[in-house]
């Protein structure tokens, strides 16, 4: 599915990943999780198309994506959510996720034939208000909408950059949910970056830690948990006694 290859990206004075590598499995929840500045957005974006790597090389199903831009990305059928919402405001729910199947219907014809936007709507709660404004919707509302509107491209791999972002307990729970089902109902592989460390163990089927832009561990959810070099990332956990440790991480993880 996603294979992504030595990859490295620099700024002016800062080096955002280095030597990123890594393979998420087909249809699988994969967590993207990591420190501030860890290179997690960043890594995305080059996913995604919108930034191009100093080097390496990301593919899809064996098809290159390295340097093709996000148009490409999206004909293939790469779907994202950003971590600020960019809905188109002024146009109807509707629409907006009318946007994300033109793209589908386009490019990926046999794909579009099996999607259909008013269930779509309505799977993500989002029916009865199909008519109104994207802009005027309540922030959990619009959270929904960015994902009705991935869905609707037919996906094969969507991206997601902290989907639970703004959100109480029980939106978490739904979102958690939701991302199952879509998983399920489109065969997508789902790539999840969250600072919400109870929702991404939760959802994830793996997760995949970086660290000043390099990968430091990969594996299940419980792997993770007791990964000692990822609770010295999260917790300063070199310098915890033990007991400290202890309490620490079951505040973090739980």
Not at 105 to 127: E, S, T, V, Y
Not at 160 to 168: I, Q, R, V
Request: aromatic fraction near 4%; charge should be neutral.
């Amino acid at each position: 599915m996603l294979s992504i290859e030595n990859v490295s990206k620099s700024f002016v004075g800062v080096r955002a990943l280095r030597g990123v590598s890594f393979a998420s499995e087909a249809n699988e929840i994969l967590g993207l999780i990591g420190p501030n500045g860890a290179g997690k957005s960043t890594l995305v974006n080059a996913i995604s198309g919108v930034l191009k790597p100093d080097s390496g090389s990301i593919r899809v199903d064996e098809i290159e994506l390295t340097g093709r831009g996000p148009e490409f990305a999206a004909r293939l059928g790469i779907g994202r959510t950003f971590q600020n919402l960019r809905l188109f405001p002024d146009l109807s729910v509707r629409q907006n996720v009318e946007v994300g199947f033109i793209t589908c219907r386009r490019h990926r014809p046999d794909i579009a034939r099996a999607i259909d936007i008013d269930a779509l709507l309505d799977r993500f709660g989002l029916a009865v208000d199909a008519a109104r404004p994207a802009g005027t919707l309540p922030y959990g509302q619009q959270r929904r909408l960015e994902l009705a509107r991935a869905e609707a491209l037919g996906p094969k791999l969507l991206l997601l950059d902290e989907p639970a972002a703004g959100m109480n307990d029980y939106e978490t729970t739904a979102l958690a949910e939701q991302l199952r089902a879509l998983r399920q109902r489109s065969g997508a592989t789902l790539l999840v970056i969250d600072h919400d460390l109870h929702f991404i163990m939760g959802v994830c089927d793996r997760i995949c830690v970086l660290d000043m832009g390099e990968v430091v561990a990969i594996g299940t959810p419980e792997a993770i948990r007791n990964n000692p070099k990822v609770s010295e990332i999260y917790l300063g956990a070199a310098e915890a006694a033990p007991h400290q440790k202890t309490v620490r991480e079951e505040k973090q993880w739980n």
